[in-house]
């Protein structure tokens, strides 16, 4: 079983970062392509960033680009997701997403987080 486990949120001022942290279990992390999502107050969850495990070439949404960083570390089986430059638009629920393919982890996940809040407010 594939356990994707999420840390690294809080509340932090406009302008302020972060730096989100996904710990995968269960099968080599290095088969995996990885992913972010977020979910804002009534709306739908949204791709933000995917990157592949094994070549590390990132894709993100274009809201983000420049601003977001997606990121792994292979010997600690983790994926990241450093936020910066953060916007009161940017509070959401984050989540961390695994698949097998590019194609699967923006659009059809295979597995996911429980999550992890982001809230920039001053």
């Known amino acids: 079983q594939v356990q994707l486990v999420e840390s690294g949120g809080g509340l932090v001022q406009p302008g302020g970062s972060l730096r989100l942290s996904c710990v995968v279990s269960?099968?080599?992390?290095?088969?995996?392509?990885m992913g972010w999502f977020r979910q804002a107050p009534g709306k739908e969850r949204e791709f933000v960033a995917a990157?592949?495990?094994?070549?590390?070439?990132?894709k993100y949404t274009d809201s983000v680009k420049g601003r977001f960083t997606i990121s792994t570390n292979n010997a600690k089986n983790t994926v990241y997701l450093e936020l910066f430059s953060l916007k009161p638009e940017d509070t959401a629920v984050y989540y961390c997403?695994?698949?097998?393919?590019?194609?699967?982890?923006?659009?059809?996940?295979?597995?996911w987080g429980q999550g992890t809040q982001v809230t920039v407010s001053s």
């Open positions: 990157i592949s495990a094994s070549d590390n070439i990132p």
């Open positions: 269960g099968r080599t992390f290095s088969s995996y392509f």
């Open positions: 997403a695994a698949a097998t393919s590019y194609y699967e982890v923006v659009y059809h996940p295979d597995y």
